[in-house]
């Protein structure tokens, strides 16, 4: 593999269903998609930092680890691990891949909600996990980059807001026009070494104090 190609170090934790199985066909279906996911993972120059159990200790355990990537391996129902893992991730997004069996819309919909970046179905094959994470990654970085667009243009809106209030008030204070009411702003800004909306939401606060 080409030195350029090669994966950086990631943290994976693996969530396992906690399912429990007492027939031997089961059992061996588990054993195999495990060996599978730790091949791939393998071959990928992945690590497994940790396999977990999902229960109300996982949030935690997720904390304490903090994972670059987590993984959820659930043969059929993964509703009860996705509970656990919105708590665990609810301050700290990661991207999320769930390998399953369910194929269930309903399924689908709970892990959409949960977060998950990748949702595959009977895929848990060792050639396809490196293909799985990296577009998983890619996902999950493109998706927090809109939310950050989107928190940064609500930001903006909000010190708009701000703005024209504090220029309102001036205006009508001292009778100034809306651009003298703005070079004052500016000018105190520049003063206190602010930004513009920072001194804006200061003369608003002193207003409501002063009533």
């Known amino acids: 593999m080409n030195p350029a190609d090669q994966p950086r170090s990631l943290r994976i934790v693996v969530v396992n269903s906690g399912e429990l199985h007492t027939d031997d066909a089961s059992l061996a279906a588990q054993a195999r998609r495990g060996a599978a ?5 393998l071959e990928s120059g992945y690590d497994i930092v940790a396999s977990l159990p999902p229960d109300v200790y996982l949030p935690e355990r997720i904390a ?3 994972p670059d990537l987590i993984i959820i391996d659930s043969e059929s129902d993964a509703r009860d691990v996705l509970e656990h893992i919105v708590i665990a991730t609810r301050e700290a997004r990661r991207p999320i891949v769930l390998f399953t069996e369910d194929d ?3 399924t689908m919909e709970a892990a959409v909600d949960a977060g998950v970046s990748a949702y595959i179905v009977a895929g848990l094959r060792a050639e396809r996990v490196r293909p799985v994470l990296d577009v998983a990654l ?3 970085r493109r998706e927090q980059k809109l939310l950050g667009e989107l928190a ?3 930001q903006q809106l909000v010190e ?4 024209d209030r504090a220029k309102g008030l001036l205006m009508a204070r001292y009778k100034l026009t809306e651009e003298e009411a703005y070079g004052r702003l500016r000018s105190m800004a520049m003063n206190k070494n602010l930004r513009l909306a920072e001194i804006a939401q200061r003369i608003l606060d002193i207003e409501d104090l002063l009533g």
């Open 37 to 41: 996911l730790r091949a791939g993972l």
């Open 152 to 154: 940064d243009t609500r």
């Open 64 to 66: 304490q680890l903090q």
């Open 104 to 106: 269930r819309p309903g």
């Open 138 to 140: 890619a996902r999950f």
């Open 160 to 163: 708009r807001k701000t703005l």
